[in-house]
């Protein structure tokens, strides 16, 4: 069968159509990055900094400060990282020239032989700004580190000294923005020893390293970050903490700290993260914790807090985190179901003196604490075998309400069963004397 021939209009604009698309790429725009992957897909002249920096060699004397920390420099040491022949540094460098300087080290795992001299910090120094020792317990180190240093970390390290760090010897430090020090001894005779010529110091965290005395009565106005958690200090919150208004997050969890939560705690507009627990604070909760506007994270646990549970924390939109657990606060927990259901942890059990409403709150949530009774004190645990009584499903209210309507308007039971009894004994006399009467 012969197939028709295409017509000369057609013809005409297949090759007008072949030859727009042939012009397009001299006729046409660029098109949008937002459309084509390809302009962001291609980080080589942005994002590559190796063949550039590689270049520039190492500086001579730290190359060879390097080599006496046993970190490997036949290749190019910048960059390296950790592998089987050389566990334990992490080594970062500038882009400088014509020699490069090394700026960070990071030691994990260390091996017993490995010394940290003296010289060789020096030869790395000025450029050496950070230093970082993670699970190195029988390092020993030097007696003065670079001042050059802005960050310093010790974690699980140094246990080897007797006393553990100094607090001299971290006072030297004195251009740290951030000192990290945790599971390793702190010995000093205070706190402000440490910090009092800190003056650039953001984030401080000195956890788990039996740390004693008194909070400093003054910080530095620039710290975000504070955490001396599981420690021996003792005495009171002073009111300098609650000065810090760039503070983000304060952990003083884990010591002996008395007295009231101060006032002014709400005067940290900044905070998202308070952790007071496991002290031996007392008094209410302040009412001006309401006035910090973001706070994700509470927990005011293991203290001896009293007074009624605030009701303003169940308006804190941000709060995830919620833990006012072994406590001896009293009364009515003021929350209810939509406020619990939006936190991903709440701990309120241990407060013996406190309990829920139950049109509030359903005993399946399991909080740790008895319900209310009807003059809002709470009731003592009911028998096991009323659990199912007590239970209260708030989801289906509307349900279990009908149900107990119904059987509110409803025959009473016992009296029904009382009628039923009396019927048949009558019946039953009425019959015996019939009975009587027709055999006589």
């Known amino acids: 069968m012969k197939l028709p021939s295409p017509s000369l209009p057609l013809l005409l604009l297949l090759h007008l159509l072949s030859a727009t698309i042939s012009a397009a790429p001299s006729l046409s ?21 190796i063949p550039r920096t590689s270049s520039s060699p190492l500086d ?3 190359l060879k400060a390097l080599e006496s920390l046993n970190i490997p420099t036949v290749k190019n040491p910048c960059n390296h990282l950790p592998s089987k022949s050389t ?4 080594v970062t460098c500038d882009a400088g020239s014509p020699f490069r300087l090394v700026t960070s080290i990071s030691f994990t795992n260390c091996s017993s032989d490995l010394s940290i001299s003296s010289t060789a910090l020096r030869a790395l120094s000025p450029s050496l700004t950070s230093l970082s020792f993670l699970n190195c317990p029988s390092l020993s180190l030097p007696p003065r580190l670079p001042e050059s240093l802005h960050s310093f970390s010790a974690v699980s390290s ?5 006393n553990g760090l100094s607090g001299i010897f971290l006072a030297r430090l004195v251009n740290l923005t951030d000192l990290t020090i945790s599971s390793v001894p702190v010995s000093t005779s205070g706190l402000y020893v440490i910090l009092g010529n800190m003056h650039d110091v953001v984030s401080l965290t000195i956890s788990h390293a039996n740390l004693s005395g008194n ?25 300098s903490i609650t000065l810090l208004s760039n ?6 969890s884990g010591n002996s700290i008395s007295g009231d939560i101060p006032d002014g705690i709400g005067d940290l507009i900044s905070l998202k993260n308070l952790s007071l627990a496991s002290n031996k604070l007392s008094g209410p909760i302040p009412d001006s914790i309401s006035s910090i506007p973001e706070l994700t994270h509470l927990d005011l646990s293991g203290n001896q807090l009293n007074g009624t549970v605030p009701r303003f924390i169940s308006k804190m939109k941000y709060l995830t985190h919620l833990n006012l657990a072994n406590n001896a606060f009293n009364g009515v927990l003021p929350f209810n179901a939509s406020f ?24 399946k949530m399991k909080l740790g604490i008895a319900q209310c009774d009807k003059h809002g004190l709470p009731l003592s645990p009911p028998p096991q075998k009323e659990d199912s009584s007590s239970d209260y499903d708030y989801d289906n209210e509307d349900e279990s309400s009908e149900k107990k309507k119904e059987e509110h308007h409803g025959p009473n039971k016992v009296v029904l069963g009382v009628a039923i009894g009396l019927s048949s004994l009558v019946f039953l006399i009425i019959f015996l004397i019939l009975l009587a009467k027709w055999c006589g």
């Open 29 to 49: 725009p660029t098109p949008s990055p937002t459309i084509s992957p390809v302009p962001r897909s291609s980080p080589t002249p942005h994002t590559s900094p």
């Open 60 to 62: 001579p004397k730290q």
């Open 87 to 90: 566990p334990t540094a992490v």
């Open 158 to 162: 140094f246990l080897r000294h007797r």
């Open 215 to 239: 909070i400093p009565k003054s910080f530095h106005s620039n710290l975000t970050f504070i955490d001396l958690s599981d420690n021996l200090l003792k005495g009171p919150i002073p009111t």
């Open 247 to 252: 503070l983000k997050s304060l952990n003083l």
């Open 340 to 363: 619990l259901k939006k936190l991903e942890v709440f701990k309120i059990g241990g407060n013996s003196d406190l309990c829920y409403n139950r049109t509030a709150l359903s005993s």
